[in-house]
Nanobody, 123 residues
């Protein structure tokens, strides 16, 4: 059974940076894509970014994130990162890591989910 564990969330001032980590265990992960979603208070869960198994392809939700956030993955494919720079109060949310066994990337991806890590950006 694949398990995902996020870490790295916290409280940061606007303009600051955080790096989220997602450690995967319990499976071979061959062909899996991984990604990040977030859920702000009172809103639904939204796609943020994803990276393919080979790490060649990366997808971001839109320009509001792309350019500030960068998704990456270790060579052994067990850890995925989300580097978040120039954070804004609107980025405040619980951030979830997900893995997709079919390699899907985007809003419909996600067979396995972590518990989430809170990111709070103060103005």
């Amino acid at each position: 059974q694949v398990q995902l564990a996020e870490s790295g969330g916290g409280l940061v001032q606007a303009g600051g940076s955080l790096r989220l980590s997602c450690a995967a265990s319990g499976g071979t992960f061959s062909g899996y894509s991984t990604g990040w979603f977030r859920q702000a208070p009172g809103k639904g869960r939204e796609f943020v970014a994803a990276i393919s198994w080979s790490a060649v392809k990366r997808v971001y939700t839109d320009d509001s994130v792309h350019g500030r956030f960068t998704i990456s993955r270790t060579n052994d494919k067990t850890t995925v990162y989300l580097q978040m720079n120039s954070l804004k109060p609107d980025d405040t949310a619980v951030y979830y890591c997900t893995a997709d066994s079919l390699g899907k990337m985007g809003a419909t991806m996600g067979d396995y989910w972590g518990q989430g890590t809170q990111v709070t950006v103060s103005s």
